[in-house]
Each structure stands twice: as C-alpha cells, then as structure tokens.
C-alpha cells in the first residue's frame, strides 16, 4: 500500500504546477484551469486524509470533496462566462491587456 | 396530440416490413445480375458507331463534326487515306482511327445529334467498369462500332426512321442515277442521232 | 504492490498532463491535457477507495468542466495562436520561482511530519448509503446551501454571458441621425 | 437454480480452477473483457446487417442478400472493406488529437458495460455507485467528439461536433432525471442491488419498474433521451448528411472510421443495456411461468427487442430540425422527466400507509402524468391549420 506521503507530494506538486501556470499564463482561460487545478490539489489531500485517517466510517474527507466539486463546477462557469463577457467587450483574453477598470 | 403522428408512421412501417415478407408484389426491388429490367427505350450512356452490313461499311465518314462539338472533347478521329463507296454509291472517307473516351464521356447525346450521317448514336450498356482505368476506359473503333441490327434492338423507333429515310434517300439516289442515265442514254442517242444527221448532212 | 505500481503510473500521468495543460501553445490542447489530468485524478480518488467521488469527478470535470473550458476557448477563438505573441506573461521566471517555493514550503513539513508513513486502515469503503444519509441529515444545510449556490451560479452564468445589444446600434451617432424616408419622399424620388 | 443458467459463470470458475492460484485473478478480470467484448462485438456485427436488411423491409426491398447464406456475412465483407481503406489525415489537421478522438469514443464505452448485470451473477464488477459510474464514462464521449470535430480543421467537422456536443449535454440531463425515480424507489445505485428490487412476481406476472405508472413514462422518457444520446435517428443531426456532409466524421476514413461507427453502436448497446436494467427487470423473466428460462437468455431477448424498436424508429422517423431538437429536450423532455420524479415520490409515499387501492394509486399518477404530457405538448407543438396534402393518400 502507498504511504501518505505519496499522495501528498503528489498533490504538492499538482498545487504548485496549477499555481506556477496561473501566475505565468496570459491566456484567462488556462489560468482558470490552473485554479482547477488547485482545487483539485486540495481535494486529493481531502480524500487521502480521509482515507488514512481514523474516522473511516463518517465520510467526512468525501463530503468536503463533494461540496469542493460543486463550488468548483459553479465557479468554473461563471468565470468562463465573465471570461466570455470580458472577451466581448475588449476583443481579448490576454490578462496584462485588462487592466483598467473603466472600460 | 403529440405522438399520434408518429404512432401511425410507425404502424406504416411495421405493415410495410411484415407485409414484405408476405406478399411478393410489394418487393419493388430487382435482383441485378440474374434479373435486369430493360432498359427505357431513350436511354443513352456511351455513343456507339452503326455499320451497315459488316465493319467495311462504317457509316461515318470522319467528317470531325462530332469531334468539334463534343463539350468534353473525348472523340478522336484520323481519316482514312482511300476514300470508299457509301450506301448511295458517294465515295467517302472512313475513319482510321475513332477513339472516344469514356472516361471523359458525360453521355450528352450531342455527338449523336449533330451527325449527318446517322453514323454515331447512343448505347445502352451501363456495365463498363474495366480493370485498368486508363486504357481500358479509351474504346476503339472496334469495340465502338456496332451493327444495324443491335442497333434496331435498343432504339427500334429511331432506327426504323432512319432506315426508312436512308432507304428513301437511297431509291431517290438511285432513280436519280437511273434518270440519269436515261438522260445520258437518251442524250447519247440524240447526239448519235444528231451526228448521223450531220452525216447524212454532210453527205 | 501492483497498488503501488498502479499510483506511480497514474501520478506520473495526472502530474506529465497537468504540466503540459500549463506548457502547451494552444489552448485547446491545454484543455484536453487538463481533462486527462482530471481523468487521472479520477483514478486516484478510486484508489483511494473514494469511488463516489471518483465518478462525480469524471462526471464534473471531464464531462463537464473541460467542455466548459474548450467551448470558452473557442468563442473567444484562443485557437487562433498569432505566431507572434509571446505564450508567457512577461514576469514568468519570477512566478515559477514562487511556484517552486510554494511546493517546497509545502514538502517540507510532509516530508518532516511522521503522518507521511501511515498506512491506511484495513477497509473504510464509504457505501454510497452512508454518503446519501449523511447529506440528507449531517450535511443538510450545506446540501441546501449548495443547490442554491448553483442555481444563482446557473443563472449568475446565463446573464453574464447573455449578449448585450451591440454598441453601435446604441451609441452610434450616424444611425441616430439617419432616419427613415417617408412615403412622400420615396414616391418623390422615384417620380422624374 | 438450474445448471443452464450459470453454465458461464461454472465454465468460467471450471477455467480458473485449471490455472495457478497466483494468476486467477488476473485471469478472471481477462476473461471477462473477452466475454464482454466477444458478445458485444458480435453484436455489432449481428446488428448492422439486421439492422440493413430490417430497413429494406421496412422500405419493402430486400436489403442485403449476396455475401453469405441470406447475406450474413455482410458485416465480414464491411470489416475488410473498413480495414484495408486508406487511412486518410487532413494535412492541416491535428495529428495527434485526430488520432486519439477514435479511441478516446471507444474505449470509455467498452467500461460502460462492465458494470450491467446480464444474468444472474453475471456483471463483470459490482459496483456500489453503478449508475454513477455507467454515466460518468459516458461523459468522455462528448469530448472524443469535440477531439475528431476540431482536430479535422474542416468547417463541417467542427459545426458537425458543436451540434453533437449541444445535443449530447441537452439529451444527458433527461436521461439521467429518467433514472432518478429508479434509483430512488430501488434505494440504490448499485445495479444488481436495482435488478433484485424488480424481482418476485404478482398475479404471475413480474413487478417490473416498468410495470409501473412513473416506470411506463420514465421508460419512454429514457428511451428517446437515450436515442438521442447515442446519435441515432430521428436525432442523427451531428452527422446529418443532407446538411453538413458527415459532420465530425467528415474526415475520418478507414480503421478509425469504423471504430467512430463501433463506438457508436456500442453506446446504444450500453444504454439499451441499461433501460433493460433500470425498466424491464434485468435478467428476470417477464411471467413467472417462464422462470425456468436462463437469465441471460431473458435479458438478450429483451436487450434485442429494444435495439429492434430503435431500428423501427430509424425506419419510421424523419430527422428533426436543430430547434425542434433543443426544444424537443428543454421544453418536453425535462419537464416531464421533473414531473415524473413527483409521481414516482407520490407513488412510494402512498403505498406506505393509508392501504390505498392499487387502481387509485395509478389513477393519481395518471392524473399527473397525462395532463402534463398533453400541456408540454401542445406547447411544443403550435396550433397550425391542418395541412393539406395534395399528392398522399
């Protein structure tokens, strides 16, 4: 069986290649993908807790899991929407291009 | 109400598959290889080149109209070098070489419209799927040129006109010939006569 | 041990797709990297014997998310990758540098901390009975608060992205002054 | 119960007791991808000709006839013809993703059906979350078919996979709210778990889901989600060839061509697979007279009934519009699925107490039902003056 650690390097390193493509990418939509996979970074960490953790019989890990997924699926579509809207507006999804308010 | 439309369509179609294995007439269907329905009298594919009697006696006479207006530019005609006596008794050229492509070949009919000679028609054969597609789909003049007869079994209406105005034409041609040859007989033995006047004359 | 084997192969993949979702020019091929990813997430998640919620992932975010994201990319026709356009923000060396000290200040307490060598409890497999009691009693309120968070997302989605009335046919001054000729004018303008 | 019944399962566990224990089971998860794909395959294969020649029927001509007794063989002459075409890439396609959409359709299918009781302990894993899982593989397909549409660079490919993605998420949400009542009155997901729900027989006859007033219309309900899900006609507009030439397809050819149509088959099999199981009992028998019949015989002759149906419809049923099939979903199907969610509650709650007759139970339901499909249909269907037709009988 697969110690802890495993899983939580590898959702170290999943945090830190979502966060490394969020603060390098223009494109808004891959960096909305690399908030996914954040998200999904913490999840692995929830699910693995749960799983070695002592209270095996309260789904507790799976829960929060459950609940992340939702938030995400919900966050996932409005932010393409504004995306979308933003695009319609300036012609572009490039980040450093957005950066003034007034438009 | 919704549904009611579909209801009744799928009750068609289910009369249609069971009564297909019921009743034979509702199989509209033909079997191809070993059943063929005769073709419509007026269809054409490829054009082919009528003989009168055996391959000798080729109606056209390479006179290119066909060559020229044919839109694809499929045909391809060399004259014969020796000129050969047509059915009215004309010499006429034949065709050395008569290629047509049927590659290229759309089946317009425009090559037997414009012929003069009622030499080039349109067949019926739809079978021509060769193994090679380059020389296989060129036809000769061989493979092109077929009899009066075949030609009388696909088309009988057409073909029966046009005999009947090439026989017609032909008795024309030959009580012309004979009228004129009565005109030069008669002519000779006016001139005979004439001449033994200018005899009697000069005597 | 083919346990073991089984989460190597499948973290190599999770981290090589994620990586080239973050690596690759076009964003389209960044988005089917990134569904990969999340399929192989999903896999994990069923390793770990979590198997609800190795399905909803599949379900959400491969079915879901990914084809949120690709439709994204192509209304706003991130597709179209001009040659010329730099791929990276210009200050990406100092961002992959605070990524790579993200993941070290996050290793180094795992790698500290004895938890990292438990091993998991003998069976802990949550039916998917329990998961829907526990939602239907402990979770009720959260079970609530999130449909109602997905609806006013739902809708939220629906008017952000709903098109507005083009601007010119509202701030456009020619097509306020041009108005539309009368029948008399017409009629004058045809008659000689 | 009786030998016939298990002979697979016997024959299977007879094969596993010839080998070495350290491989059984490894050899038992191979031998049931074999079963699966072997039956499954032939089904195909026995589907495409019957389907061909039920077609001709229906359009009162033969179908095909030449290879092989009755034209049987036709699938083999299909197979060799599709293996040995060229396999034809767009120069400006995306190779590797015009590589993988084939394979990224197929596969997840074949995963779909490992979780389908055919028989009595015939279902290759026994998943809890079986439904779950069923729809959750299910939900790769869309992006295989975004894959082959975009990676085509063809105008018609990409307009063809839009249309298919569109119409696949549109279709989802009726087909999975057609299953909820199920999962809900048989308290589970897991599918042998739903199948043992339907067992045990009243008056002779089995108490199927369908049996029953939310089963009737959940049934139907699933089943035109379900043809709709699996892009067959009346719903076949992604490669709706009179529009846009073969829509995603449009540039695949040979092998992965055939593995798009295999794909294709097999997600109406799966789903077909799985009405059975939700609605038509499983692998029970339909009278309690014919339980001695094996299990997986009754659910083959199910399974093939309804493949026959979808091929009377494909018969019958012209294409729709792209609006009519949105709104066909949106404005029709969804609403009655949402509807039927609130018989089947009123359903369970009122078989609990108040010892109701069973008459009046199916007059309420019906009572809900039937006005709700009357309304949402004539709201699809605008009031037009009856057509006239000139030419038709």
Same mark, same amino acid.
């Given at each position: 069986?697969?110690?802890?650690?495993?899983?939580?390097?590898?959702?170290?390193?999943?945090?830190?290649?979502?966060?490394?493509?969020?603060?390098?990418?223009?494109?808004?939509?891959?960096? !909305?993908?690399?908030?996914?996979?954040?998200?999904?970074?913490?999840?692995?960490?929830?699910?693995?807790?749960?799983?070695?953790?002592?209270?095996?019989?309260?789904?507790?890990?799976?829960?929060?899991?459950?609940?992340?997924?939702?938030?995400?699926?919900?966050?996932?579509?409005?932010?393409?929407? !504004?995306?979308?809207?933003?695009?319609?507006?300036? $012609?572009?999804?490039?980040?450093? $291009?957005?950066?003034?308010? $007034?438009? | 109400?919704?549904?009611?439309?579909?209801?009744?369509?799928?009750?068609?179609?289910?009369?249609?598959?069971?009564?297909?294995?019921?009743?034979?007439?509702?199989?509209?269907?033909?079997?191809?290889?070993?059943?063929?329905?005769?073709?419509?009298?007026?269809?054409?594919?490829?054009?082919?080149?009528?003989?009168?009697?055996?391959?000798?006696?080729?109606?056209?006479?390479?006179?290119?109209?066909?060559?020229?207006?044919?839109?694809?530019?499929?045909?391809?005609?060399?004259?014969?070098?020796?000129?050969?006596?047509?059915?009215?008794?004309?010499?006429?050229?034949?065709?050395?070489?008569?290629?047509?492509?049927?590659?290229?070949?759309?089946?317009?009919?425009?090559?037997?419209?414009?012929?003069?000679?009622?030499?080039?028609?349109?067949?019926?054969?739809?079978?021509?799927?060769?193994?090679?597609?380059?020389?296989?789909?060129?036809?000769?003049?061989?493979?092109?040129?077929?009899?009066?007869?075949?030609?009388?079994?696909?088309?009988?209406?057409?073909?029966?006109?046009?005999?009947?105005?090439?026989?017609?034409?032909?008795?024309?041609?030959?009580?012309?010939?004979?009228?004129?040859?009565?005109?030069?007989?008669?002519?000779?033995?006016?001139?005979?006569?004439?001449?033994?006047?200018?005899?009697?004359?000069?005597? | 041990?083919?346990?073991?084997?089984?989460?190597?192969?499948?973290?190599?993949?999770?981290?090589?797709?994620?990586?080239?979702?973050?690596?690759?020019?076009?964003?389209?091929?960044?988005?089917?990297?990134?569904?990969?990813?999340?399929?192989?997430?999903?896999?994990?998640?069923?390793?770990?014997?979590? +198997?609800?919620?190795?399905?909803?992932?599949?379900?959400?975010?491969?079915?879901?998310?990914?084809?949120? %994201?690709?439709?994204?990319?192509?209304?706003?026709?991130?597709?179209?990758?001009?040659?010329?356009? *730099?791929?990276?923000?210009?200050?990406?060396?100092?961002?992959?540098?605070?990524?790579?000290?993200?993941?070290?200040?996050?290793?180094?307490?795992?790698?500290?901390?004895?938890?990292?060598?438990?091993?998991?409890?003998?069976?802990?497999?949550?039916?998917?009975?329990?998961?829907?009691?526990?939602?239907?009693?402990?979770?009720?309120?959260?079970?609530?608060?999130?449909?109602?968070?997905?609806? %006013?997302?739902?809708?939220?989605?629906?008017?952000?992205?709903?098109?507005?009335?083009?601007?010119?046919?509202?701030?456009?001054?020619?097509? +306020?002054?041009?108005?539309?000729?009368?029948?008399?004018?017409?009629?004058? *303008?045809?008659?000689? | 119960?009786?030998?016939?019944?298990?002979?697979?399962?016997?024959?299977? @566990?007879?094969?596993?007791?010839? #080998?070495?224990?350290?491989?059984?089971?490894?050899?038992?998860?191979?031998?049931?991808?074999?079963?699966?794909?072997?039956?499954?395959?032939?089904?195909?294969?026995?589907?495409?000709? #019957?389907?061909?020649?039920?077609?001709?029927?229906?359009?009162?001509?033969?179908?095909?006839?030449?290879?092989?007794?009755?034209?049987?063989?036709?699938?083999?002459?299909?197979?060799?013809?599709?293996?040995?075409?060229?396999?034809?890439?767009?120069?400006?396609?995306?190779?590797?993703?015009? @590589?993988?959409?084939? /394979?990224?359709?197929?596969?997840?299918?074949?995963?779909?059906?490992?979780?389908?009781?055919?028989?009595?302990?015939?279902?290759?894993?026994? /998943?809890?979350?079986?439904? /779950?899982?069923?729809?959750?593989?299910?939900?790769?397909?869309?992006?295989?078919?975004?894959?082959?549409?975009?990676?085509?660079?063809?105008?018609?490919?990409? =307009?063809?996979?839009?249309?298919?993605?569109?119409?696949?998420?549109?279709?989802?949400?009726?087909?999975?709210?057609?299953?909820?009542? =199920?999962?809900?009155?048989?308290?589970?997901?897991?599918?042998?778990?739903?199948?043992?729900?339907?067992?045990?027989?009243?008056?002779?006859?089995?108490?199927?889901?369908?049996?029953?007033?939310?089963?009737?219309?959940?049934?139907?309900?699933?089943?035109?989600?379900?043809?709709?899900?699996?892009?067959?006609?009346?719903?076949?507009?992604?490669?709706?060839?009179?529009?846009?030439?073969?829509?995603?397809?449009?540039? @695949?050819?040979?092998?992965?061509?055939?593995?798009?149509?295999?794909?294709?088959?097999?997600?109406?099999?799966?789903?077909?697979?799985?009405?059975?199981? /939700?609605? #038509?009992?499983?692998?029970?028998?339909? #009278?309690?007279?014919?339980?001695?019949?094996?299990?997986?015989?009754?659910?083959?002759?199910?399974?093939?009934?309804?493949?026959?149906?979808?091929?009377?419809?494909?018969?019958?049923?012209?294409?729709?519009?792209?609006?009519?099939?949105?709104?066909?979903?949106?404005?029709?199907?969804?609403?009655?699925?949402?509807?039927?969610?609130?018989?089947?509650?009123?359903?369970?709650?009122?078989?609990?107490?108040?010892?109701?007759?069973?008459?009046?139970?199916?007059?309420?339901?019906?009572?809900?039902?039937?006005?709700?499909?009357?309304?949402?249909?004539?709201?699809?269907?605008?009031?037009?003056?009856?057509?006239?037709?000139?030419?038709?009988?």
């Amino acid at each position: 069986m697969t110690p802890l650690s495993q899983y939580l390097f590898l959702s170290t390193l999943l945090f830190a290649i979502g966060f490394a493509g969020v603060v390098t990418r223009r494109n808004a939509v891959i960096v !909305l993908v690399g908030i996914e996979f954040m998200l999904n970074a913490a999840n692995l960490n929830f699910i693995a807790f749960w799983r070695y953790g002592v209270s095996g019989a309260a789904p507790t890990g799976i829960m929060a899991v459950m609940f992340s997924i939702a938030i995400a699926a919900a966050e996932a579509a409005v932010g393409l929407a !504004l995306i979308i809207a933003v695009y319609r507006h300036r $012609k572009t999804t490039q980040l450093e $291009k957005l950066d003034t308010l $007034k438009g | 109400m919704l549904g009611s439309g579909i209801i009744k369509g799928m009750v068609e179609t289910a009369r249609n598959f069971f009564g297909s294995y019921v009743s034979r007439e509702r199989l509209t269907t033909v079997q191809y290889p070993e059943q063929q329905l005769a073709p419509h009298e007026n269809a054409r594919t490829i054009p082919l080149l009528v003989y009168d009697g055996d391959m000798e006696h080729l109606r056209c006479t390479a006179c290119g109209i066909c060559e020229m207006e044919c839109p694809a530019q499929c045909i391809y005609i060399v004259k014969d070098t020796v000129k050969k006596s047509d059915y009215l008794g004309r010499m006429q050229f034949q065709p050395r070489v008569f290629d047509i492509d049927i590659s290229v070949c759309m089946a317009c009919g425009i090559c037997a419209e414009v012929c003069p000679f009622d030499s080039i028609m349109m067949d019926q054969v739809f079978a021509l799927s060769t193994q090679n597609r380059f020389s296989g789909l060129l036809l000769h003049k061989e493979d092109l040129a077929k009899a009066n007869g075949y030609f009388h079994a696909i088309h009988p209406s057409d073909a029966g006109d046009i005999d009947a105005r090439r026989d017609e034409d032909k008795r024309k041609a030959e009580a012309k010939a004979k009228a004129a040859v009565a005109a030069k007989a008669a002519a000779a033995i006016k001139s005979s006569e004439a001449s033994a006047k200018q005899v009697e004359v000069a005597a | 041990m083919p346990n073991n084997i089984s989460f190597y192969i499948f973290a190599v993949g999770v981290l090589a797709t994620a990586t080239a979702a973050m690596r690759l020019r076009n964003p389209v091929h960044c988005a089917l990297a990134a569904a990969a990813a999340f399929a192989g997430l999903a896999v994990i998640y069923f390793q770990l014997d979590a +198997e609800f919620i190795s399905f909803a992932q599949l379900l959400i975010y491969v079915g879901a998310i990914s084809i949120l %994201v690709i439709f994204a990319v192509l209304l706003t026709r991130g597709s179209d990758i001009q040659p010329g356009v *730099e791929l990276a923000s210009p200050h990406w060396l100092t961002g992959l540098a605070i990524a790579v000290l993200v993941a070290f200040v996050i290793a180094v307490p795992v790698c500290s901390s004895s938890f990292g060598e438990k091993i998991a409890p003998k069976m802990t497999v949550a039916p998917v009975k329990l998961i829907g009691e526990e939602l239907m009693t402990r979770y009720l309120f959260p079970l609530e608060t999130m449909g109602l968070l997905l609806t %006013v997302a739902l809708i939220g989605a629906a008017v952000i992205a709903l098109r507005e009335p083009e601007e010119s046919e509202i701030r456009n001054p020619k097509s +306020e002054i041009r108005k539309q000729p009368t029948t008399e004018e017409l009629v004058a *303008e045809v008659q000689p | 119960m009786n030998n016939l019944d298990q002979i697979f399962v016997y024959a299977k @566990y007879w094969l596993l007791s010839q #080998l070495p224990g350290g491989v059984q089971s490894l050899v038992s998860i191979v031998l049931d991808i074999i079963a699966i794909i072997a039956v499954f395959g032939t089904c195909f294969a026995l589907t495409t000709i #019957l389907e061909r020649k039920g077609l001709g029927r229906i359009q009162n001509r033969y179908g095909p006839n030449r290879v092989g007794p009755c034209g049987l063989l036709q699938p083999m002459a299909d197979a060799i013809k599709m293996l040995t075409k060229e396999d034809i890439v767009p120069f400006a396609a995306d190779k590797v993703v015009h @590589y993988l959409a084939p /394979l990224v359709l197929t596969v997840p299918i074949w995963l779909a059906f490992s979780v389908i009781p055919f028989g009595r302990e015939m279902s290759a894993i026994d /998943l809890d979350a079986g439904v /779950l899982f069923f729809f959750a593989v299910g939900g790769a397909s869309e992006l295989a078919v975004f894959m082959a549409g975009w990676s085509s660079r063809n105008k018609y490919s990409l =307009v063809g996979a839009m249309r298919a993605i569109a119409q696949m998420i549109s279709y989802e949400v009726p087909l999975v709210l057609a299953t909820i009542p =199920v999962i809900m009155l048989s308290g589970s997901l897991n599918l042998n778990k739903i199948v043992e729900a339907q067992s045990g027989y009243a008056f002779g006859v089995a108490q199927w889901n369908v049996f029953t007033p939310w089963g009737f219309a959940g049934f139907f309900l699933f089943l035109i989600a379900a043809t709709a899900e699996s892009n067959r006609s009346p719903f076949d507009l992604p490669e709706g060839e009179s529009e846009i030439i073969a829509g995603f397809l449009t540039e @695949y050819s040979g092998f992965k061509y055939a593995l798009f149509f295999l794909g294709e088959y097999l997600g109406l099999f799966a789903v077909t697979a799985l009405s059975v199981t /939700l609605f #038509l009992g499983g692998w029970h028998a339909p #009278l309690q007279v014919l339980e001695f019949l094996p299990s997986w015989f009754c659910f083959f002759v199910k399974f093939a009934a309804i493949i026959a149906v979808f091929i009377w419809v494909r018969g019958t049923v012209p294409r729709l519009r792209f609006d009519q099939l949105l709104n066909f979903s949106w404005r029709f199907l969804v609403p009655l699925t949402l509807v039927n969610l609130l018989v089947a509650v009123v359903w369970h709650f009122t078989s609990l107490g108040a010892g109701l007759d069973q008459s009046l139970r199916w007059l309420i339901s019906a009572a809900m039902i039937v006005p709700a499909y009357v309304y949402f249909g004539r709201a699809l269907s605008p009031n037009r003056p009856t057509r006239i037709y000139q030419y038709a009988e």
